[in-house]
């Protein structure tokens, strides 16, 4: 079904990608960035130079076991952790030259998030979940309003826009989630195992939607997952093992 | 941040109940500070009316000694000198008898009416003149023995209409007096001043209080230049001093006591600070995990800091405004207290309407709300440094807890030993570093708690596994991994108690202090002396036949005399209080000098000035502290032949007088004052005789003596004093149960809040077995481990405010030095049974609800 | 008796404040009748029959009747011709009979059932002004009273007193306000008893009388300080006595009462002249009462009493008061057909109206007209009561 094999050699762009072998307008640019936690006193290396770089509009797949840093690489992609060594780039800002209030920006404006537990905040309507990012941005004006139900209208679920998320199904609340990663229009779209808490056919039916807003917003997607019927939803699969990432090569499984 | 606002609504109305007891605490706090300082101001309002009503348009007014102003100087002023504005009056205190046991005490103020018109127009009313237009009745007021008027309130409170006669009694010598006449002033100040004062005509006064003679004061409205001229034309020993002098004079003399109770009061607002610290400490505590996901999907650090300030402001405006009406109630239960207290010991005034100051409102307002959002600075400040996360984890969050207790640990000793420094250079120095040492005092207390209260979960921890099995063990071990919410709420409930055992022990010592020091000092075996108010003016004085009926009894082997007046101090300037100075002149006897302990002088230079072999005055310690004076130091007042300068002499040590006194021997008092007066009297047995029988005696002797004298044994004595005592303390006493109370609500809502926070904890444990019985066992015991911490550890930080509060507060309110510091084991026990009990029952409603919450349901509860 | 209703103002005493602050506070109106009928005359003593007058005690009190009052009016002039009329009188008023049964004890030096009141007022007739004063002050304690010997009447530091034992001349007055007043009286006629030998009853009722003398001219000098200026004036007086305790009959509301000094025709002796006295007492009804009485002295001194039916008195013009309201007669025609004498009386000034706890109008007047057929002139003093509506 698939296959792994080294991811191309960053040796050809020696000493670390630069400006002019990197695609224009990428939505996200990892540049040898390498991240390890410490443990006591033991070190832990999660990633090491890790280079990684998705066109706009482009889904990619990170596959790897729990605990093979995929979460920490999200992290570091959404501005939320920062990287020991190398370079971010999302939208082409660097990610390292921003203060905390820059990032905060950023995550605000750049980067929508797509948890595994969905994250709506249970005392919080529908609505107000998905506007969100609007509000913290001081942007919930009648435009966001709009952007807002439009959202909600293609996740299918406007007429509930006003019950609180308690009251919705695991696949409801995940497409919530999904509206209110999508509101502000991001780059990019990272998605934390979005499928672990669903079933089969809720996954795939969260998966098609996520395929289908992704592509008609131009975001582009990182999502973590263990689920190989979740990658191949996507353009194209990495694997992170033991802090590299190799090209996972997909088997189509979608044959009509 | 609308957004955010909206959240917190959501929040809080989610989960009510730990905001709601935040919010109580802060309306407790705010409404202890609005009651203190209503019921003070209150008090000093009333008089200031009575002040004013008396002072009408006066500018000036005549004094003078114990002698008071002779009449010839009115017809000097008004005939010889044309000044028609002189408008005599003669006061004095009396007891309306309503039984032998009962009565009431008012004001005699005797006016000559026709003079009042130009000064005090409402006076005008004493003529009664109905609009109607029935002839007024100036008449029977001069013309009716005994005459007197009085406002309708008045006369409705002494229950008797006009036309009545009753008895009143002054200094000791009951008297009939006729109610001819109610005064209805238009004006409602002059209506307020006049409450419980008998008006009545200048004649009907002397006759009355037995000041044939003499006048206390002569109102004038005189310009700077009239003044000048009258100046320097009064005779010696009169003066003349501005008529609104009086003005703020209680606010002078009960500023001690005032002062005192507002510390009080404050401390109570710093409880109620540390519970809305406590609770939005919880708050986020609680909500890191949304707090990193807000942060996760773009809040700002500022945002979520504003979110929390703006949470605890609102619960503390919602908590204030409750305070103010709750503390506009209050203040009425304590203006009896505080006015009870006040016409006790400081002047006879009637507090009846509680008038509440729009600036205490607004002060106490703004300190409520100030109060709370400093609380919330920390809590909001954590708050922002939750990292945006996909997830977190509590258990980091508690070992770093556990790290930062260790931190605060050292923190908190440090401020405990910076709060005593600053506590001994407070000594003398002012009240704000007095309070400075307490709030470092409290603060470092806070901080060591969480340490604390670590090493009493680890001694817990066999015994309660032990006793109780895993419920035990479980109790504990929860309490230690949830460190991070226990640690607050135990460090918040032990500064509660604290100050309930603060105040305990301050009040002990100093009733501890005063009952040795009233065994030295009460060395005669019997004194009398004539029933009066402290708050008199000039004391009543003993009548000469009952002097002579006295001495003449067999038994006595020596007897002291003594009285005291109040005279101009006219340097140096006080450091507190009025530029008043009382004075004690006595005729020393054997035992004289074994009544006094003397803290600096020696020992032949006072036996001389006792002698009145040299000139000089022995100061009591209030005295000294309030100006400044020491041996060597002089002391010059205002005598009947001018100022005299006094060389102080000795200090003593002293607990009847907070503003001080100065003692001279008669023999010079006579030859500087023109009174003869005795105001008491103490005498020593002769050897053999049982003093109980002397005074048995001395009573008999006084029965055919027409003034009612009081002759008291030592023993008696002693008892009265100890309780005025007491009823002075009882305002201390009431705000220490209110800081309990506060205390008790601070416990259960923090504890109740805790246990309810492990919903999910429980339900998990309930998933793997634990049947309910174990769950409520668990809770009961956990609430119960933290109350009894909160309780042991504010033993020792009480003991600290108790100290602090005696050697500092007092010391620089009263200038009093207390001798005993005593730690009464039954304030301590209260503090553990108070904490321990209300944990307990803060235990109750968590522990039925969480032992019947479906598992389920708990388990799905993030 | 004329002014034994201002006695009734003494038990307003203390509802009105004499500063002008007060003013505003409400005055209870009193109608002459009301006060007058309602007095309790119980355990004083009553002017009931014809007594020996004897001086100096006379000019002391009678404490045993209810009312007493010294009474001093006179027009004044600057040498420059300024004109001022002064009004200064002392009431003595008994608020209780005296009480045998006085308890014993130590007693007040303050102690008093008597309030003294002390009316001043000064017309300032080119000034077109007129300053009223008052004072209220209990009769004791050396505050307010009288002596006989020196005579001494005062109420603080207001006062007429004599300067020896002996002789009432010269007497002092003094009294001060926003103007001040001082004039030496240095010699007077002689005291004419008015009435009967000095009872001046006032109606049919036994004791409802008074007793009742007057120096009808006294000549002297002084000063007024008025606006800061102190000016010397020189002038007459007239001192009225009378001492009662009764009451007004039912039905009378107020009185005219003229003091009208004719100028003398013996420029070295101006006392030698005529002083005549009248008051007419009006009823409800508007009609004159026939208690209305008088006394003329002619130059020698000789006094005669005149009664109702001698004298013709009418009202020639009115005045009403912009403050109260009450219309007075301020130009008068007096006639004494039996003496050939045909005055008119005319205000110095309107508004003499004295705004004291009573309100009357009280001021100087002159005199114009015919004596046996020759023109006279004059100056007198003119009091007229119960013309303000108490509502």
Redesign the interface.
């Known amino acids: 079904m698939l296959r792994s094999m080294p991811v191309p050699s960053p040796s050809s762009a020696a000493g670390a990608a630069s400006e002019s072998n990197r695609s224009p307008g990428a939505a996200l640019v990892l540049e040898r960035v390498g991240k390890s936690y410490f443990e006591g006193d033991a070190r832990r290396t999660i990633l090491e130079a890790i280079d990684l770089e998705i066109a706009p509009a482009e889904r990619v797949a990170l596959l790897g076991r729990s605990g093979s840093g995929k979460?920490t690489l999200?992290?570091l992609a959404?501005g939320?952790d920062r990287p020991d060594a190398g370079r971010i780039l999302v939208g082409g800002e660097d990610l390292g030259a921003l203060d905390?209030?820059g990032v905060?920006?950023f995550?605000?404006?750049s980067v929508g998030?797509v948890?595994q537990?969905f994250?709506l905040?249970?005392?919080?309507t529908v609505a107000?979940n998905v506007?969100?990012?609007l509000?913290?941005?001081?942007r919930?004006d009648r435009a966001g309003r709009a952007r807002v139900h439009e959202l909600l209208d293609r996740v299918g679920l406007a007429d509930r826009a006003a019950e609180h998320p308690d009251h919705l199904s695991g696949g409801e609340q995940q497409r919530v989630a999904l509206a209110?990663a999508l509101v502000?229009r991001p780059t990019l779209l990272l998605a934390?195992e979005p499928t672990g808490n669903l079933d089969e056919e809720t996954a795939e039916s969260v998966l098609a939607l996520l395929d289908t807003l992704a592509r008609e917003e131009g975001t582009a997607v990182l999502m973590a997952t263990h689920s190989i019927r979740s990658a191949a939803h996507c353009d194209r699969a990495l694997r992170l093992d033991h802090g590299h990432l190799r090209v996972e090569t997909l088997q189509p499984q979608n044959a009509p | 941040m609308t957004a955010l606002l909206r959240l917190v609504r959501r929040l809080v109305a989610h989960r009510p109940w730990q905001p709601l007891l935040a919010t109580l605490a802060i309306a407790l706090g705010v409404a202890v500070v609005v009651g203190v300082d209503a019921a003070n101001a209150s008090a000093s309002r009333a008089f200031d009316q009575t002040v004013d009503s008396l002072v009408g348009r006066a500018t000036h007014r005549i004094v003078g000694g114990p002698g008071g102003v002779p009449d010839e100087l009115l017809v000097e002023l008004r005939v010889a000198r044309g000044l028609d504005s002189a408008a005599p009056a003669v006061e004095g205190l009396a007891r309306v008898v309503v039984d032998d046991a009962r009565g009431r005490t008012v004001r005699v103020l005797g006016i000559d009416p026709f003079a009042e018109a130009p000064l005090r127009p409402w006076f005008a009313f004493a003529a009664g003149s109905d609009p109607a237009g029935g002839l007024p009745e100036i008449g029977p007021l001069l013309t009716t023995p005994g005459a007197v008027a009085v406002v309708p309130e008045t006369a409705t409170a002494l229950g008797h209409t006009v036309g009545d006669r009753f008895e009143i009694e002054v200094s000791g010598v009951r008297r009939v007096v006729e109610l001819v006449d109610t005064l209805r002033p238009r004006d409602d100040l002059a209506r307020r001043g006049l409450q419980d004062v008998l008006v009545c005509d200048l004649a009907t006064a002397q006759e009355l209080l037995d000041q044939i003679g003499r006048l206390d004061r002569i109102d004038l409205e005189l310009d700077a230049s009239q003044a000048t001229a009258l100046e320097t034309i009064l005779p010696t020993g009169l003066r003349l001093e501005s008529a609104s002098a009086d003005r703020g004079t209680l606010d002078e003399l009960t500023r001690a006591f005032r002062q005192n109770l507002t510390a009080l009061s404050l401390l109570s607002l710093l409880v109620g600070a540390f519970l809305v610290h406590n609770a939005m400490q919880l708050a986020v505590v609680r909500r890191r995990p949304l707090l990193g996901l807000l942060r996760a999907l773009g809040a700002s650090k500022r945002q979520v800091f504003a979110a929390v300030l703006i949470e605890a402001a609102v619960l503390s405006l919602l908590g204030t405004l409750a305070g103010l009406l709750l503390g506009v109630a209050l203040a009425k239960g304590l203006l009896g207290i505080v006015g009870g207290t006040i016409r006790e010991l400081y002047a006879a005034v009637q507090v009846d309407a509680v008038q509440v100051d729009p600036w205490t409102l607004t002060l106490a307002a703004l300190l409520g709300i100030v109060v709370g959002i400093a609380a919330a600075l920390a809590p909001a400040w954590e708050a922002t440094s939750v990292q945006p996360r996909m997830a977190m984890l509590r258990s980091g969050l508690e070992s770093r807890a556990r790290s930062f207790a260790g931190r605060a640990a050292w923190v908190g000793a440090v401020l405990v030993i910076v709060g005593f420094a600053l506590g001994f250079a407070a000594e003398g120095r002012g009240m704000v570093l007095a309070y400075a040492a307490v709030l470092a005092v409290l603060l470092g207390a806070t901080l060591l708690a969480p340490t604390g209260t670590v090493a009493l979960l680890w001694l817990a921890r066999t015994p309660l596994t032990r006793w109780f099995g895993s419920a035990g063990s479980h109790a504990v071990r929860s309490a230690e991994t949830g460190l991070s919410r226990t640690a607050v709420a135990v460090a918040t409930l032990m500064l509660a108690v604290s100050a309930t055992v603060g105040l305990g022990v301050m009040i002990q010592s100093f009733r501890s202090t005063v009952a040795h020091w009233l065994g030295t000092t009460l060395a005669a075996d019997v004194y009398v002396s004539v029933p009066q108010s402290m708050a008199t003016r000039l004391e009543s004085h003993l009548d000469p036949a009952a002097i002579e009926a006295i001495l003449a009894v067999d038994g006595i082997a020596a007897h002291s005399t003594y009285r005291r007046i109040p005279t101009d101090l006219l340097a140096p300037a006080p450091t507190r209080g009025p530029a008043e100075v009382e004075l004690a002149a006595i005729t020393p006897a054997p035992g004289t000098l074994a009544m006094f302990d003397f803290v600096a002088g020696d020992l032949d230079q006072i036996r001389a000035v006792l002698a009145a072999a040299r000139d000089g005055v022995l100061v009591s310690e209030p005295l000294a502290v309030r100006l400044d004076l020491d041996v060597g130091g002089k002391l010059r007042v205002a005598t009947d032949r001018g100022p005299h300068d006094f060389e102080v002499v000795a200090i003593f040590r002293d607990y009847a007088s907070e503003r001080g006194y100065g003692i001279l021997p008669r023999e010079r008092y006579d030859r500087l004052w023109d009174d003869p007066a005795v105001g008491s009297m103490a005498l020593w047995a002769a050897d053999g005789v049982d003093p109980d029988t002397l005074t048995e005696r001395i009573r008999d002797a006084l029965a055919a003596v027409p003034q009612e004298v009081l002759a008291r044994s030592n023993r008696a004595l002693r008892d009265t004093s100890l309780e005025i005592f007491d009823r002075t303390f009882a305002v201390t006493a009431v705000l220490r149960a209110l800081c309990a109370v506060v205390a008790f609500v601070g416990v259960l809502g923090a504890l109740a809040s805790l246990q309810l926070e492990r919903r999910r904890e429980t339900a998990v444990l309930r998933a793997v077995g634990a049947v309910p019985g174990w769950i409520v066992r668990s809770v009961f015991l956990q609430n119960g481990l933290l109350g009894l911490c909160a309780g042991l550890l504010s033993i020792p930080t009480g003991i600290a405010l108790g100290w602090l509060l005696v050697h500092v507060v007092h010391r620089h309110s009263f200038g009093w030095t207390l001798l005993d510091f005593e730690t009464p084991p039954r304030v301590l026990l209260e503090a553990v049974l108070l904490s321990t009990s209300a944990a307990l029952l803060a235990a109750w409603w968590p522990a039925r609800t969480l032992s019947h919450t479906p598992v389920a349901r708990g388990l799905r509860e993030e | 008796m004329r002014r034994a209703l201002l006695f009734m103002a003494l038990q307003l005493a203390a509802a009105c404040g004499t500063s002008d602050d007060d003013r505003d506070v409400q005055r209870p109106g009193l109608q002459v009748a009301d006060v007058l009928g309602n007095g309790d005359t119980e355990g004083y003593a009553k002017a009931l029959e014809i007594r020996t007058f004897e001086f100096p005690a006379d000019h002391g009190a009678h404490p045993d009747f209810r009312n007493e009052w010294w009474y001093f009016t006179g027009n004044l002039m600057t040498a420059t011709g300024r004109r001022f009329g002064y009004h200064l009188t002392f009431f003595r008023n008994r608020l209780a009979p005296p009480d045998p049964t006085a308890s014993d004890g130590p007693v007040s030096r303050w102690r008093t059932d008597s309030v003294w009141m002390a009316h001043f007022a000064l017309a300032d007739v080119d000034g077109g002004r007129t300053f009223d004063h008052e004072r209220f002050v209990r009769g004791a304690g050396g505050l307010a009273g009288v002596t006989a010997a020196p005579f001494r009447v005062h109420c603080e530091d207001w006062h007429a007193a004599s300067d020896g034992p002996e002789e009432l001349f010269p007497l002092r007055l003094h009294a001060e306000g926003e103007v001040t007043f001082d004039l030496t009286l240095e010699r007077g006629r002689d005291v004419v008893l008015q009435g009967e030998r000095g009872l001046s009853r006032k109606s049919a009722t036994p004791g409802n009388a008074s007793y009742y003398y007057s120096i009808p001219r006294m000549l002297g000098r002084g000063a007024v300080t008025i606006d800061g200026e102190r000016l010397e004036v020189s002038g007459s007086g007239w001192f009225d006595r009378e001492w009662s305790t009764s009451a007004l009959d039912a039905g009378q509301v107020g009185w005219d009462w003229f003091a009208l000094q004719l100028d003398g025709d013996d420029p070295a002796d101006p006392l030698r002249a005529v002083d005549l006295m009248w008051y007419r007492m009006r009823r409800s009804d508007g009609t004159a009462d026939p208690a209305s009485k008088g006394l003329l002295v002619d130059e020698s001194g000789t006094s005669a009493a005149l009664d109702f039916e001698d004298v013709t008195l009418t009202e020639l013009r009115h005045w009403t008061s912009p403050e109260s309201g009450a219309r007075y007669p301020v130009a008068w025609r007096l006639v004494i057909p039996s003496r050939e004498l045909d005055l008119t009386v005319e205000a110095a000034l309107d508004d003499q109206e004295l705004d004291l706890s009573f309100r009357y109008w009280e001021g100087a007047v002159d005199v114009s007209g015919v004596r046996n057929g020759n023109a006279v002139t004059g100056h007198g003093y003119l009091e007229m009561t119960g013309y303000v509506d108490s509502r």
Request: net charge positive.
């Open positions: 979460s999200l992290n959404g939320i905390e209030a905060t920006r995550r605000r404006r998030l948890f537990a994250h905040v249970p005392v919080l107000e506007s969100l990012p509000e913290f941005d001081g919930l209110r502000r934390d």
